[in-house]
């Protein structure tokens, strides 16, 4: 669907209002029922063991002794869990993630689960299973693990992407590569070079609700699952791959989500719940520990990335080239691919090239990340950009202007570019009044750029028109943060009725097609469209409807603001019918009205963000305060203005807390430090200043409204606008995230 | 293991339980009573999601024993509204959109209710270290502030 041109003058009567949420309510009166809010009649509590060890062979489990314990009424292990994957890498990745098979590959790998009457019985019953181990050398860290001598992880990981094909495994799964022009005869030519390595510690997304779910399995092969997850549809197919189940006697219905960050985009201990209920023959319920989440789930890649970029006297970016390594967790990944990808993005550039490695590790299997990969290639690239724009002798923000990529710029990771927004971020921060303000001493002030692809993705909605002429929206994209608010407002705006008219549900996998998850800042650009359709499919049976009513020809009636119109000399007189009235009528006029859409919604734009931060750095603790934080950020058109608003400013909180803080620290044993929110530490109310957000509409040309996603790029800046504002303020590069005191207090002495 | 009779108070209703001793009172509200709006994020006091008023004093519920609230008062989000009226940090809360995902909400709405019965007029710093033990991960909490001194205007009759 492209952009309808008239949209740009016209004014919007829905989009664009900053309603209530329909899910409010229920929400702020603790009515609204997440992953753990839900029980089943005689169900069980289930529980996991997991592995104390960061590498290990598992020799023996012995569950004997469990079993018989009262109270327990089930416990499986990998052989409950037999391998269906059908020679599917990433889906047997998934299954071994789920529960270790051969060996457990960090430290928190599932080996084990019970199913007991309650939480307390559950509990004893892991502390009575046997687990013989063989303990493995292991590595933690990735430049350890991207050695040749480093311990092996998987003996069949050859390199993909490198000719000739390697003679032995190593723990590199791929290598990727991306650019154009000649880098080197570039370089040659730079007046100004600036090469460094920088580095990135792992984080987890942090959504505060853990991963949960109901699993119920009955004996004649149907079976229920209540889940909290980014994408119910795909667990669905997950669990139904791993269990040998048919999806479609697999119902999975999508909680309330608290949160999800990309950490609930594939399954964790979903396939074990079930294979507990099946084994069991009643409901079970999986709720995993803060430790667990920490331990097993989410996190995203530790880095270590070189970049070397030139510059011309004149300013100009001759030539770019970095060199990615991220762990991916003991499974194969492609983040670093998706590093090498954005690295970039955001600049026009005659000569480039971008390396990614993925490198296996013993940590938890890698997931999405908000923007996965990107802040950590953003921190490299635009800390390095801000050092080659003080080499030139330019203002950080008139050397990225020169330099911005723009409408018909071929992106450093292949294709051209439409209409994009890096150059208006840019030129709107370079006018903010945050730029000129003064900064005291100790302090600095960063800025820095972000990219993100964003994604469409396949998409189904049905909206249905009761008899009283309010609408049913069903959609598919799991709500994360208001898209049920935002896709009222685009049914409403459609329909041209109000925002109160219409109720829109996220369906569960039996009631809707297929959608696929709510990623790639998909949610409300996807469904979006999809409503779009379905409310103009509607439209047409509207119009039919009232040609029938009025007995004439239905291309004389038109649709407008909530209305069938009458149109042409002969009817002109007829008063025109509401939605409701039609609707009222519907019982004698064909049955049911409603708008069903089926789409895979192509044309996400690309998104891009331009982000201020102030800090003041303590020069006796290197403790680091955020005073002033300003996020500027494309969002083609703002349905709900004030949900971007909370996307662009939870984005940055959580860059910030990866930039001064969070990290996963694990000690010699290969074991996990600070599995808890008192030692692993996000950022709370009293760390952080107000964030000042200013959205920016540069329309999408591959949606109706002019709508792109806008949840993920405020996390791309972040990082390297911190670490600009520190290095500003104490006078030394920073070149490892996060900068927490001791870090500081090291560069400062150096 | 036999089972502690305890009897309380919650949100002005009368309430009894039979407990185990281990048995923290999140579980006993959640799983016993029914009350799913008191959420549990961490189960080590880190977050607040499980925040509640214990007569007068904002405890963390996980941190705390079924048996402890014998003879207790104990409010929860699930008392704050009055039949259809919301309270109006509650209110607030919804206008200013201090919540995405939602999960925190009760515990940051039950934190910030006890802020100001103690502090009716709270600076923004106020807020900040008076709501610092409760997390939220989506919002960045720009919104949370302002939503919070909004109502405390609101209740102050400013």
Known sequence: ?750 | MAGIAVSTTINGDQAEFLCHPDETLLEVLRERLGLMGVKEGCGTGDCGACSIILDDRLVCSCLVLGAEAEGRRIATVEGMAQGDKLHPLQQKFLEHAALQCGICTPGFLIAAKDLLAKNPDPTEEEIRFGLAGNLCRCTGYDKIVRAVQDAASVMRGA
């Open chain 1, 1 to 750: 669907m492209t952009f309808d041109p008239s949209h740009a003058a016209r004014s919007f009567s829905s989009v664009g209002t900053r309603p209530i949420r329909p899910d409010g309510v229920d929400k702020v009166t603790g009515r609204a029922r997440y992953g753990a809010d839900f029980n089943m009649p005689g169900q069980l509590i289930g529980r996991i063991l997991r592995s104390p060890h960061a590498h290990a062979v598992i020799r023996k489990i012995d569950t004997s002794k469990a079993e018989q314990l009262p109270g327990v009424k089930a416990v499986v292990t990998a052989a409950d869990l037999p391998d269906l994957t059908n020679g599917d890498t990433s889906m047997y990745d998934i299954l071994d993630n789920c529960m270790a098979r051969r060996k457990a590959l960090y430290d928190g790998h599932a080996v084990a689960a019970v199913a007991a009457i309650d939480a307390h019985t559950a509990r004893q019953a892991l502390k009575l299973i046997d687990v013989e181990y063989e303990l493995l050398p292991h590595v933690t860290d990735v430049d350890q693990a991207f050695a040749a001598d480093a311990p092996l992880i998987n003996d069949t990981i050859i390199t993909k992407g490198v000719d000739p094909k390697p003679d032995r495994a190593s723990n590199v799964s791929m290598r990727s590569q991306f650019g154009h022009g000649d880098v080197d005869a570039g370089m040659a030519k730079a007046d100004f070079v600036v090469e460094r390595t920088f580095r990135t510690e792992q984080t987890h997304q942090g959504y505060i609700e853990p991963h949960a779910c109901v699993a119920n399995v009955s004996s004649d092969g149907t079976a229920d699952l209540w889940v909290c997850t980014q994408g119910h549809f795909v667990y669905r197919q997950h669990c139904a791959q791993l269990l040998g189940l048919e999806a479609s006697k697999l119902r999975v219905t999508s909680s309330e989500i608290g949160g999800g960050f990309g950490g609930k985009t594939h399954v964790w201990a979903e396939p074990v719940a079930l294979a507990l209920s099946r084994k069991a023959g009643r409901p079970v319920k999986l709720v995993m520990t803060r430790d667990e989440v920490f331990r097993a789930t989410g996190p995203t890649s530790a880095t270590s990335i070189d970049v070397k970029i030139g510059a011309l006297k004149d300013g100009t970016i001759i030539a770019a080239d970095a060199t990615l390594r991220y762990s991916c967790g003991p499974y194969a990944g492609s983040w670093a691919e998706v590093g090498a990808m954005t690295a970039f993005a955001c600049y026009k550039l005659e000569n480039v090239r971008t390396v990614g490695y993925e490198v296996l590790v013993n940590r938890p299997k890698t997931a999405a990340y908000r923007a996965p990969s990107a802040p950590m290639a953003a921190f490299a690239v635009e800390s390095a950009i801000d050092e080659l724009a003080k080499k030139v002798g330019m203002d950080a923000v008139d050397f990225r202007i020169k330099n911005a990529a723009q409408e018909g710029t071929k992106a450093s990771y292949g294709p051209v570019y439409g209409p994009i927004g890096i150059g208006p971020t840019l030129e709107a921060v370079k006018n903010h009044p945050h730029m000129k303000a003064p900064l005291g001493k100790n302090q600095g002030r960063g800025m820095a750029c972000g990219f993100w692809f964003n994604f469409g993705g396949q998409t189904c909605t049905d909206l249905n028109i009761g008899m009283d002429g309010t609408v049913s929206l069903a959609v598919g994209t799991v709500d994360v943060g208001g898209s049920r608010a935002s896709l009222s407002l685009v049914a409403a705006e459609e329909l041209g009725i109000d925002y109160a008219q219409v109720r829109a549900v996220i369906a569960d996998t039996s009631s809707l097609g297929y959608n696929d998850m709510t990623d790639g800042s998909r949610g409300t650009f996807s469904s979006s469209m999809a409503t779009i359709s379905a409310a103009r499919n509607a439209i047409k049976i509207l119009r039919a409807r009232a040609a029938q009513m009025w007995d004439i020809p239905v291309e004389d009636v038109t649709w407008e603001r909530g209305h069938a119109v009458a149109k042409g000399e002969t009817h002109g007189n007829l008063p025109n019918l509401s939605l409701k009235e039609i609707a009222a009528a519907s019982g004698t006029t064909g049955g049911p009205i409603a708008g069903h859409s089926e789409i895979v919604a192509d044309g996400a734009g690309v998104s891009f963000a331009t982000h201020i931060c102030d800090i003041e750095v303590d020069p006796e603790t290197g403790a680091t305060k955020v005073l002033r934080y300003t996020v500027v950020q494309d969002a083609g058109k703002a349905v709900h203005p004030t949900y971007v608003e909370g996307q662009y400013q939870g984005g940055a909180a959580q860059g910030i807390g990866w930039a001064l803080n969070e990290e996963y620290i694990y000690g010699k044993d290969g074991r996990l430090q600070n599995a808890g929110f008192l030692d692993y530490r996000i950022p709370v109310c009293s760390d952080l200043p107000m964030i000042d957000t200013q959205i920016l509409e540069i329309p999408n040309p591959n949606h109706p409204y002019g709508v792109r996603g806008v949840g993920e790029t405020s996390i791309v800046p972040p990082l390297a606008a911190v670490a600009n504002a520190v290095s500003n303020a104490v006078g030394v590069r920073m070149e490892h995230i996060p900068m927490s005191p001791p870090r500081i207090l090291a560069a400062l002495e150096a």
